[in-house]
């Protein structure tokens, strides 16, 4: 045997006997307390020594399932919270989704609305302005009597602002010709003169001339003519012929 041996199985030796003597030591002592303990202190000392000796213990495949077991849970939480929130915001979005197409529609239904009043309003203007080309294009038929001759001549006074009533020219025709278009007066100062007063307001030519009333017959007894410029003279020197109450 060497040496070298001898000298590795002193060690493990005196390590064997290092640990027999802890124990022995450990086992003395534990006798010493038990010894120093009262009888009836056991009952009592006794489970809270076992509690206290029993920790609770977990092997390393038991660790790892509750580490497991809480990561499920706290990613179960999160992913309740996640669909939570996915909720409301889908919900958001469908409810402003609803919102714009019920505006986008009020707004269709509003131009509709206003197109088709645009188109009504643009129909009646050309309906109105083709009734008034109509009535333009159609000329309008007067009676070939008194009534009709002074209708005709306020028309045309109407359109070139000369003023006048049907009762101040029937009035001052009745006076002057008593409805006689064909009427002429050749006894006063203007037949003498060459001139003769004609028609039914008894106009001496130079003044049917100066007053004639563009439209009309060139004509002292056409009555329209005579009438309107008997008119249009009597607006000129009296404001209207229903100024006029005698010889002018």
């Not at 109407?158 to 006076?175: A, Q, S, W």
């Amino acid at each position: 045997m060497s040496v070298s041996r001898i000298s590795s199985r002193s060690r493990r030796l005196n390590k064997a006997q290092k640990l027999s003597v802890a124990g022995v030591s450990t086992l003395a002592a534990a006798a010493l307390a038990f010894s120093l303990v009262p009888d009836d202190a056991s009952a009592t000392t006794e489970p809270q020594a076992a509690a206290a000796a029993a920790p609770v213990a977990y092997t390393g495949s038991q660790a790892k399932n509750i580490q497991a077991g809480s990561i499920e849970k706290n990613s179960t939480a999160e992913q309740l919270v996640k669909a939570a929130d996915a909720a409301k915001a889908k919900d958001a979005s469908e409810k402003k989704e609803a919102a714009a197409k019920a505006e986008a529609k009020a707004k269709a239904v509003a131009e509709a609305k206003s197109k088709a009043a645009a188109k009504a309003k643009a129909d009646a203007k050309k309906r109105s302005a083709k009734k008034a080309s109509r009535a333009a294009d159609r000329k309008p038929v007067y009676a070939n009597n008194l009534d009709g001759w002074i209708r005709e001549a306020l028309a045309i006074m109407d359109k070139k602002n000369i003023p006048g009533t049907y009762e101040g020219l029937h009035r001052n025709i009745i006076r002057e010709s008593s409805g006689n278009p064909r009427a002429i007066n050749n006894w006063d100062i203007n037949a003498i003169n060459g001139i003769p007063s004609k028609g039914l307001l008894q106009v001496i030519k130079p003044t049917f001339d100066f007053y004639h009333v563009k439209g009309t017959k060139h004509d002292q007894y056409d009555p329209v003519a005579n009438i309107t410029a008997a008119a249009n003279y009597a607006a000129d020197k009296y404001g209207s012929i229903d100024n006029v109450d005698s010889a002018y």
